[in-house]
């Protein structure tokens, strides 16, 4: 069972429009635009991980807060996508982030995230009890996203211990300092989050010399493996036994939607490696995962011939020994 946690669940809408004005600041009172399209969905790095595991046939658990009606709907949709939920309930309203996707710029969205809730300490305490019962049944454990008001920035590194000592390998998919803390900690499998700043830690990961230091930096702690995006097409795996590059050549034009492609990558990992795939084919199917997630307008491809079709443009090269 692999065992996912999002501590700051949010329901994903997403808007298809035509036209975005250069500026919104105009002497106008109101700016009108118009969706197209608009769609809903379930969502948290730890839940799409989730939802792609289930849908591929795995048995995974997600865990967090839940809070309201918002909480209701993400439920509800997990549920329907055949995942098991175990999530503490609290006070409050789940966030809503909102993606607006231009036409012909889908590859360039724009993005409004809320807060979330504040999580009081008596919920953390039970988040906690839970936890560790569910870590007796997994074999991997992801860590994976923000971390909502009231909880603290070494959440992570605080969960991946327990982990660690239950027997449990550790995926850590998050960004800024809650990554790096439990990177310290030696997880199995680390894909930071860069979205907002090209660091990991306190290293930038402009280059791809620099992405190279830190993934270097990582292992020294102990990770198996560390993944960083290159540019939206490539990443760089660097383990114990070597560095490697992976490459695709997609023309951005045809993305549709990349809101969840990195989430896909990181279950479409876990679900090779739950195969019996090695990691290097394990990343590339996850990488083809992530490509053709972005390349479909729902937030995830869950076809595994499309994905498996996708293999084909990805490219892998051997950068170094270590």
């Not at 009172?29 to 608009?38: D, F, Q, T, V």
């Not at 231009?102 to 969205?109: A, D, V």
């Not at 876990?270 to 195969?275: G, P």
Request: with cysteine.
């Amino acid at each position: 069972m692999i065992l996912t946690v999002t501590l700051n669940p949010t329901l994903d809408k997403f808007y298809w429009v035509d036209h975005l004005p250069l500026s919104l600041e105009r002497v106008e009172e109101e700016i009108l635009i118009r969706a197209r399209k608009s769609v809903s969905s379930a969502g948290g790095k730890g839940i799409n991980v989730s939802v792609f595991l289930a849908c591929m046939g795995v048995e995974t658990v997600a865990m967090g807060f839940l809070a309201g009606h918002t909480g209701q709907i993400i439920l509800r949709d997990l549920l329907e996508r055949g995942v098991t939920a175990n999530f503490v309930w609290i006070e409050g309203e789940n966030r809503t982030n909102i993606t607006i996707l231009e036409k012909g710029k889908e590859y360039h969205p724009v993005k409004i995230h809320e807060e979330g809730p504040r999580i009081p300490t008596h919920a953390q305490e039970l988040f906690l009890k839970k936890y560790r019962r569910m870590l007796k049944r997994a074999e991997y454990v992801v860590l994976a996203g923000a971390i909502p008001p009231g909880i603290p920035e070494t959440i992570y590194k605080d969960l991946a211990r327990e982990a660690k000592a239950a027997g449990v390998k550790v995926v850590v998919h998050a960004g800024r300092r809650p990554l790096w803390e439990a990177v310290k900690t030696g997880p199995f499998f680390v894909k930071p989050d860069v979205r907002e700043e090209l660091v990991v830690g306190d290293m930038p990961v402009r280059t791809e010399e620099e992405i190279v230091a830190a993934g270097k930096k990582a292992v020294e702690y102990g990770c198996q493996a560390c993944l960083i995006s290159h540019h939206i097409t490539g990443d760089i795996l660097i383990t114990p036994e070597g560095i490697w590059e992976y490459e695709a050549e997609v023309p951005l034009t045809k993305f549709k939607n990349l809101v969840g492609a990195d989430d896909a990558l990181v279950g479409g990992v876990l679900y090779r490696l739950t195969k019996g795939d090695d990691l290097l084919e394990a990343v590339k199917f996850g990488m083809a995962a992530a490509l053709a997630s972005a390349e479909v307008e729902p937030k995830l491809c869950l076809a595994p011939a499309v994905i498996e079709h996708e293999m084909r443009t990805v490219e892998v090269r051997r950068k170094e020994d270590r």
